[in-house]
């Protein structure tokens, strides 16, 4: 069974850094990408920042140069450095897996961690 486990958030006042991290356990496909969501409440569910197994890091406008993704390919986790956070990076934040087994597409959420900026 595939479990996403998110990690890392909390209340941090506006100009304060988090350090998301998601852990894996019973990956049994290939995976194409990693990344992370968020989802601020009444609205829809965005893309924040993707790192795919070949190809180029993918970050949202909102939160280039503010964001750094990484991923650990040995143990299949991925982290989000979040610095300088502003009131409108409060959401649930999610990780993300997706990838390709039996030449089917597969993709896995975990249940998010709450993050809170404060202005």
């Known amino acids: 069974q595939v479990q996403l486990v998110e990690s890392g958030g909390g209340l941090v006042q506006a100009g304060g850094s988090l350090r998301l991290s998601c852990a894996t356990s019973?990956?049994?496909?290939?995976?194409?990408?990693m990344g992370w969501y968020r989802q601020a409440p009444g609205k829809q569910r965005e893309l924040v920042a993707a790192i795919p197994s070949r190809g180029v890091i993918t970050y949202a406008d909102s939160v280039r140069g503010r964001f750094t993704i990484s991923r650990d390919i040995a143990k299949n986790t991925v982290s989000l450095q979040m610095n300088s956070l502003k009131p409108e990076d409060t959401a649930m934040y999610h990780c993300n897996v997706e990838g390709m087994y039996r030449r089917e597409y597969v993709d896995y959420w975990g249940r998010g961690t709450q993050v809170t900026v404060s202005s």
């Open positions: 019973g990956i049994f496909f290939s995976i194409n990408a």
